[in-house]
């Protein structure tokens, strides 16, 4: 009755979904003075940020959870919970490791951009002189294009992109097909270029952009938990039929 009472002229929100933006979004609600209820079907939080113990106490992710120093929107959300200083940043060095154990890396220089970037294309052994410059010829739109090229862009895949402006196809199969897939799980030929080119010129723009950084632990413990342990208005055994109510309303 209490809480019942508490609520009386209180708007109530639905959010659909508790990954980390639906979680993110009820926090931010419940701060403003909402009744919030996370509305999730499975029986676990975070979406594609979440993590549970298996039958012998060890944490299990769905993927590898990678900072990059880009993601200033995820360090302003974790400022707000005080959880940022739960991030390990590693050196910035983008280290690449392929079949039958290749490996090439990408080092940067503390100097303004696109100066930082001249240690990589000095230094890198794996891939030769021709195939650097076929990239470094062609980096403008990369570090330049504005808005309305990147939106022509989206219409043509990045293999298209990367081809048509003769770059070296090893750079594709060794440098891009790794990028494309761990930006969407889509390989070169079907991403679209504007995805590629827009992530990949926020890293040659901002020296730091591509600093890799990882949790001190599980994100259940570091970053999820902190979500739903502050807004408190999670009911997790009605969570399954509540998701499925709000797809039905939703059709």
């Known amino acids: 009755m209490a809480l019942a009472d508490q609520n009386i002229g209180r708007k109530k929100v639905l959010v659909?979904?508790?990954?980390l933006a639906g979680l993110a979004a009820a926090r931010k609600l419940v701060?403003?003075?909402?009744?919030?209820?996370?509305l999730e079907k499975r029986n676990i939080l975070g979406g594609k940020w979440s993590s549970w113990k298996d039958s012998d106490g060890e944490w299990i992710?769905?993927?590898?959870?990678?900072?990059?120093?880009?993601?200033d929107e995820i360090f302003t959300m974790m400022r707000e919970l005080g959880i940022y200083d739960r991030i390990l940043w590693k050196d910035h060095v983008l280290t690449y490791t392929l079949n039958e154990g290749e490996r090439f890396d990408f080092r940067t220089a503390k100097l303004p951009s696109p100066l930082h970037l001249v240690p990589t294309l000095v230094q890198n052994k794996y891939f030769?002189?021709?195939?650097?410059?076929?990239?470094?010829?062609?980096?403008?739109?990369?570090?330049?294009?504005?808005?309305d090229y990147y939106a022509q862009m989206d219409n043509m895949s990045y293999?298209?992109?990367?081809?048509?402006?003769?770059?070296?196809?090893?750079?594709?199969?060794?440098m891009f097909v790794?990028?494309?897939?761990?930006?969407?799980?889509v390989a070169p030929e079907d991403i679209s270029a504007k995805v590629v080119l827009d992530v990949s010129g926020i890293f040659l723009r901002v020296n730091g952009a591509s600093r890799?950084?990882?949790?001190?632990?599980?994100?259940e413990n570091h970053l999820i938990g902190d979500h739903h342990r502050r807004q408190n208005r999670i009911d997790r055994n009605r969570r399954g039929?509540?998701?499925?109510?709000?797809?039905r309303a939703a059709r």
């Open 61 to 71: 992710e769905t993927g590898l959870h990678v900072f990059f120093g880009a993601y």
């Open 128 to 147: 030769n002189w021709p195939q650097k410059l076929s990239l470094a010829r062609n980096l403008y739109p990369m570090l330049f294009g504005s808005k």
């Open 212 to 219: 890799m950084g990882f949790l001190q632990g599980s994100p």
């Open 31 to 38: 701060d403003a003075g909402y009744q919030v209820e996370v």
């Open 16 to 19: 659909g979904g508790g990954g």
């Open 159 to 174: 293999q298209e992109w990367h081809r048509g402006h003769g770059i070296s196809d090893k750079l594709l199969k060794k």
């Open 241 to 247: 039929r509540s998701y499925q109510r709000l797809v």
């Open 178 to 185: 790794p990028l494309s897939l761990a930006l969407k799980f």
